[in-house]
């Protein structure tokens, strides 16, 4: 079965850094780009960062630029989100998602995604 | 980076039809025929219900159909019941390895 599980939301104070973790199974990890997706309460749905299979290509939003890191370990199946200077507004449930691209210069679409984990930035 | 323009809401009675506008640009929706919807339920994650404009993923009813034209794709749900009642995202290829969603539609089965 095609998974994916994140970890490491928390409430944290504005200013201050997280690090989201997402460990893939039940497909070939290394061959697909990962998003990050997120979902601010009651809010749609606004994507955050992506990576190409080999890292060799990274994007942003222009809401993040600057402040957050995508990587990952095909090594490992995981995929991880560095979170800096957080902000009040950065605020979501965070989901780690599959895209159906192996290729390093475009996206396809998402096809799986996992079921989120939480970032609270409060004081 | 402005995210895709969809209708707030949209609604329709059992087996009516209706059809939800996603508006972008010519760098967006306009410039690459990678453009899916998803589906949400309350508490739920997305599920694709369409990709590459017009495909359905395998369990996905024939009801559901995309299409685009120019800088606007489309969604039909057609002979709508009562499990379409969600909220409805379309996603596109923006260039340069990046992603755009739209602001969201929540459909009503009246």
């Known amino acids: 079965e095609v998974q994916l599980v994140e970890s490491g939301g928390d409430l944290v104070q504005p200013g201050r850094s997280l690090r989201l973790s997402c460990t893939a199974s039940?497909?070939?990890?290394?061959?697909?780009?990962m998003h990050w997706v997120r979902q601010a309460p009651g809010r749609g749905l606004e994507w955050v960062s992506g990576?190409?299979?080999?890292?060799?290509?990274?994007g942003y939003a222009d809401s993040v630029k600057g402040r957050f890191t995508i990587s990952r370990d095909n090594a490992k199946n995981s995929l991880f989100l560095e979170m800096n200077s957080l902000r009040g507004d950065d605020t979501a449930l965070y989901y780690c998602?599959?895209?159906?691209?192996?290729?390093?210069?475009?996206?396809?679409?998402?096809?799986?995604w996992g079921r989120g984990t939480k970032v609270t930035v409060s004081s | 980076q402005s995210a895709l323009t969809q209708p707030p809401s949209a609604s329709g009675s059992p087996e009516q039809s209706v059809t939800i506008s996603c508006t972008g640009t010519?760098?967006?929706?306009?410039?690459?025929?990678?453009v899916s919807w998803y589906q949400q339920y309350p508490g739920k994650a997305p599920k694709l219900i369409i990709y590459?404009?017009?495909k359905r993923p395998s369990g996905v009813p024939d009801r559901f159909s995309g299409s685009k034209s120019g800088n606007t794709a489309s969604l039909t749900v057609s002979g709508l019941q009562a499990e379409d009642e969600a909220d409805y995202y379309c996603?596109?290829?923006?260039?340069?390895?990046?992603?755009?969603f739209g602001t969201g539609t929540k459909v009503t089965v009246l």
């Open positions: 590459e404009v017009t």
């Open positions: 996603n596109s290829y923006a260039g340069s390895n990046r992603y755009v």
């Open positions: 998602a599959k895209d159906t691209s192996g290729s390093q210069y475009y996206y396809n679409y998402i096809d799986v």
């Open positions: 039940g497909f070939n990890f290394y061959g697909y780009a």
């Open positions: 010519s760098s967006d929706v306009g410039g690459y025929n990678y």
């Open positions: 990576i190409s299979w080999s890292s060799g290509s990274i």
